[in-house]
């Protein structure tokens, strides 16, 4: 495969919790995402096919705290494979700043941590392998003869970057090398106080950037191009919570001057799923417990969360802590969320608006296109319930 082999990953957020699992399981989260990060930092070593790049685009860490396991692991694993060349651009939760672990932790002298060196143009950094780049504004360039490839990128100097780097003016050194470049940033964000470093896609047109390892948000959500810049967010490693669903990992490939052949790889250990349930007609918690595992594939590495919704039978008073006892023994986690609406019933005076508004939803819901719209009618059913001072569900 031509070119130089790099691996784009980002946003580990080390320290920061698991939410919504019991303690144990928390636990055992921590330490997938310590092997996930081992896994990624020697992929593919000693093999011709190693990773001789290695961008991390911030957020490494989730803020100044890190517990003695943790750091040795990332230590130890930068160490244990030497030839790979890895650089940070730290984040807006690990920020270059007076107390930023960046600055408190000694990395391997082949680890480059933009943002840290005030050093001249010129220097040798990277045990000899790199030179340094004059500064162009905030962002600071490493030039690798070996694989004639210049690597740019930034650091966050505090929670917020209002001003975005690079800006529109930005233009790489040498138009000729592979140049690539790390950043954490949100591309076309609004550009505010308390932002994100909004850098503007039209910004990178002109750049002669190839390559654009991006972090900040969460999720993989294809490569896109600007002129013929090539940029991606590579998503988080492990997800953390049920707002980071799905399959995770990170981006894995070669870049070249004009091309790229580039994948994304999935790499989680662990995954969080949200499943929406309708339970319609139900009435009692064991029919719910079957319909559940009809619905949910067990699995000892997918964590999920089951809204349940539809309209249940008068009477059924759901118990969603119950439901997700019985169900420690079957999956690894499954957290209940009970969304649903009690049958109201509509007998009484036909004119009434209450028992109109009633039989029209009802009548609606039945005659529905699809759960999305399903889904709507229900929650327009249960906001009037509660107008006419009827409650409607147990959120």
Known sequence: MPGIRILHCADFHFEAAFSGLVPSLAGQRREDLRTTFLNLVRWNAGTSEATEILLIAGDL?????????????????????????????????????LRSLYRRLVFPDHV?????????????????RGILGPAQGPIRSVFLPEFKTCVYGGAFEGPYADEPFPGPSFRVLDPNCTNLMVLHADIDGIRLPGAYNPVSSASLWQSGIDYLALGHRHSHDGF??????????????????????????FIAGSVWKGGQDLAFVPAGLGRYERVSLDITGLGNHEDLYRRITEAVPASPW?????VLRGLIAPGFQIIPDLVAEKACRDYSHLQVIDDTVTRPDPSGPAGSLRNLFIRELLDRIAAADGEEQKEILETA???GLEAFGQRGGRG
């Open 61 to 97: 860490f989730d803020g100044r705290r890190i517990g003695p396991a943790t750091q040795d692991c990332i230590l130890k694993g930068f160490a244990s494979n030497p030839q790979t060349l890895v650089f940070i651009a730290p984040g807006n939760h690990d920020p270059i700043e």
């Open 112 to 128: 480059f941590v933009f943002g840290l060196s005030p050093a001249p143009a010129g220097t040798p950094v990277l045990r000899g």
């Open 381 to 383: 059913l249960k906001a």
């Open 302 to 306: 997918v964590f999920y969360q089951v």
């Open 224 to 249: 896109k191009h600007a002129g013929e810049t090539l940029y991606a967010y590579s998503g988080v490693p492990e997800g953390h919570g049920f707002d980071e669903p799905g399959t995770c990992g």
